[in-house]
């Protein structure tokens, strides 16, 4: 129950913070798990060996996701080492914490490149043997925020709230081929990116949290794995909370 034995999962940003807690998750359920990382080479490597040390199956594949051209290369590299990626779970993604007056256009498009137009790039690539095997499963990282909307993330937000009407898009479009699209919003979650967050506004998140904690990276891919699983087929264009009640 609940084996992911002879699927291929690609993680995106996966050394280190939630991804790498998923890639973990998706090993010891069985999965062939491909680590993938931009800057995070040698965590991404240390986390291959920890997977394989654990008797789990896993290689690392770098690229930046906001690159077409990179993404290819990669699923490039993956196919030509063995089977396509039929588990794709969207996961990398960044947060510039900023009033909207004060950030550049490089700024908006860094966020909007790398959490919008990468889940595209990756999705759209990973579709093509998904449709010919006619099974897969898109498994797309949102936030609670895509939602609710947070000062100081406007860019961020709607990344995140883009990935809404992507993914619904998606079930209606391959939901007839075995292949199902949903997505999760976590909360407040501990990780670098978290870390980061200015106080004042740290605060004012846990206080909405019914919780009265932050979540941690195995809770969410704890979530990301039933969605990968043959026993999840009839679950599609799910939004799945993860954040401990956060309203
Ligand atoms: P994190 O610790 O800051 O990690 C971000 C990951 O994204 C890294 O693995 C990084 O790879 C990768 N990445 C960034 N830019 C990239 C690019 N251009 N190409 C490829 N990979 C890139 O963040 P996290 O907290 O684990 O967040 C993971 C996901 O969960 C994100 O989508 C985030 O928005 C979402 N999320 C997080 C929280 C939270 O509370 N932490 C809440 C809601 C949603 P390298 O290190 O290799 O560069």
């Given at each position: 129950?609940?084996?992911?034995?002879?699927?291929?999962?690609?993680?995106?940003?996966?050394?280190?913070?939630?991804?790498?807690?998923?890639?973990?998750?998706?090993?010891?359920?069985?999965?062939?798990v491909w680590v993938h990382y931009n800057t995070s080479r040698q965590p991404a490597e240390a986390l291959v060996e920890m997977i394989?040390?654990?008797?789990?199956?896993?290689?690392?594949?770098?690229?930046?996701?906001?690159?077409?051209?990179?993404?290819?290369?990669?699923?490039?590299?993956?196919?030509?080492?063995?089977?396509?990626?039929?588990?794709?779970?969207?996961?990398?993604?960044?947060?510039?914490?900023?009033?909207?007056?004060?950030?550049?256009?490089?700024?908006?498009?860094?966020?909007?490149?790398?959490?919008?137009?990468?889940?595209?790039?990756?999705?759209?690539?990973?579709?093509?043997?998904?449709?010919?095997?006619?099974?897969?499963?898109?498994?797309?990282i949102s936030s609670v925020v895509g939602r609710l909307g947070s000062p100081m993330q406007t860019i961020y937000c709607s990344t995140?709230?883009?990935?809404?009407?992507?993914?619904?898009?998606?079930?209606?479009?391959?939901?007839?081929?075995?292949?199902?699209?949903?997505?999760?919003?976590?909360?407040?979650?501990?990780?670098?990116?978290?870390?980061?967050?200015?106080?004042?506004?740290?605060?004012?998140?846990?206080?909405?949290?019914?919780?009265?904690?932050?979540?941690?990276?195995?809770?969410?891919?704890?979530?990301?794995?039933?969605?990968?699983?043959?026993?999840?087929?009839?679950?599609?264009g799910a939004e799945l909370d993860v954040n401990g009640g956060m309203l």
């Open positions: 129950m609940f084996s992911l034995a002879g699927r291929t999962a690609l993680i995106t940003g996966a050394g280190r913070g939630i991804g790498q807690a998923i890639a973990l998750r998706l090993a010891a359920a069985g999965a062939k394989r040390s654990l008797d789990g199956t896993a290689d690392a594949v770098g690229g930046d996701v906001s690159d077409s051209a990179q993404v290819e290369a990669m699923f490039a590299a993956i196919e030509a080492a063995g089977p396509a990626v039929d588990i794709l779970v969207n996961n990398a993604g960044i947060n510039i914490e900023q009033h909207l007056v004060r950030m550049s256009d490089a700024e908006i498009m860094q966020v909007v490149s790398t959490n919008y137009l990468g889940v595209i790039y990756c999705t759209r690539r990973a579709l093509g043997p998904m449709r010919k095997n006619r099974w897969g499963r898109l498994i797309h995140k709230s883009a990935l809404l009407g992507f993914s619904k898009a998606l079930m209606k479009e391959y939901g007839n081929r075995g292949i199902t699209s949903n997505v999760i919003l976590p909360g407040l979650i501990e990780s670098d990116m978290t870390s980061k967050l200015p106080e004042e506004l740290l605060k004012g998140m846990l206080e909405r949290i019914p919780a009265g904690r932050a979540g941690l990276p195995e809770e969410v891919a704890a979530a990301v794995h039933f969605l990968a699983t043959e026993e999840a087929g009839y679950l599609n």
